[in-house]
């Protein structure tokens, strides 16, 4: 008669209500009205694997030290692998060395549900099974495959797998991340029609967001470009002077460059009409002197004619 703690109790039957609930993919749970302590443990075999096709029993029997110690797990259906005796004791080490406090019946039955897909011939109990999946493959899995349609695979599905697990709830609710055909076609149907509108509103904010990028913008490009054109007092004094020497231009359909030739022919005319103004003004003014030096040079010389005449006499 298997017995165990009232604490124990309740977390069995919490996990067992939501295995009922919410099983994961390819496990599910029997139990018994009479009796809360049995419990069965159903796998289906993994596609790809000689024991696909196959529904395999794993009973529980309990024990007073659980939680502390995992309980006694047996096949119920006869399987032929090399980690499952021929009385249906399973060797793993989550339930000897590995075993932790935290463990349960649904950690318990995705481990041998693990070991289908993954035997491990080095601690093998049965010996034939592990010699056949060293050397011959094929023969493994062909005998494997013959016990489990005999043994494993029932006319119909099991009543437990009627109801959806916790992968196939997954996959409705995410909807596009659907593997099936159905749902893969329908959101790209829905996706097809709405991405017009996301890229036309999408426009509008990137040519209001660009100019205030421009303006707020901190980046060394910017305040570099900026700078000869705010701080530079020869370049303004030098734009300013280019504007006040075309802006009276005579010929509005001629070149910058042309009106530029004709103002310093200009400049350079009036130029050479105030030094011809200097030049006359300049032979003009000194001939008075010059006449008052002749003059007093002939005044000069008549003394001297003078005074040599009177020496003479």
Not at 9 to 27: A, N, T, V, Y
Not at 196 to 220: E, G, H, N, W
Not at 252 to 279: C, Q, V, Y
Request: net charge positive; proline share 10%; hydrophobic share 30%.
């Amino acid at each position: 008669m298997q017995s165990i703690s009232p604490a124990a109790l309740r977390r069995l039957m919490r996990e067992l209500s939501e295995l009922e609930k919410s099983p994961p993919e390819g496990i599910r749970v029997q139990t018994s009205e009479d009796n809360i302590l049995d419990v069965v443990g159903i796998i289906e075999g993994p596609e790809g694997t000689p024991y696909a096709g196959g529904y395999f029993k794993v009973k529980f029997r309990f024990t007073e030290e659980f939680p502390a110690a995992p309980p006694k797990c047996t096949f119920a259906t006869k399987i032929f692998h090399p980690n499952v005796s021929s009385s249906g004791e399973i060797c793993v080490n989550t339930l000897k060395k590995d075993w932790k406090s935290t463990y349960g019946i649904g950690h318990i039955l995705v481990t041998v549900k693990c070991l289908l897909i993954y035997p491990n011939p080095e601690s093998a109990l049965d010996e034939e099974a592990g010699k056949l999946l060293l050397e011959d493959y094929q023969a493994y899995a062909s005998r494997a495959k013959l016990i489990t349609s005999v043994h494993a695979t029932p006319r119909s599905k099991p009543v437990e797998f009627l109801t959806p697990s916790i992968s196939n709830d997954q996959s409705i609710e995410a909807g596009p991340s659907s593997t099936s055909p159905s749902s893969a076609f329908i959101p790209s149907t829905q996706t097809q029609p709405t991405l017009p509108p996301p890229l036309q509103s999408s426009l509008p904010i990137l040519v209001t967001s660009k100019p205030q990028f421009q303006t707020r913008s901190s980046s060394p490009l910017s305040t570099a470009l900026s700078i000869p054109l705010t701080s530079s007092p020869t370049s303004n004094k030098e734009t300013s002077n280019l504007n006040k020497e075309r802006h009276p231009s005579p010929s509005p359909l001629s070149t910058a460059n042309a009106n530029i030739e004709n103002d310093r022919t200009k400049a350079g005319a009036a130029a050479i009409e105030k030094n011809k103004m200097s030049l006359v003004s300049s032979t003009t003014s000194p001939a008075p002197k010059a006449v008052k030096r002749a003059a007093t040079g002939g005044g000069a010389t008549n003394a001297e004619k003078r005074k040599k005449a009177l020496k003479r006499l």
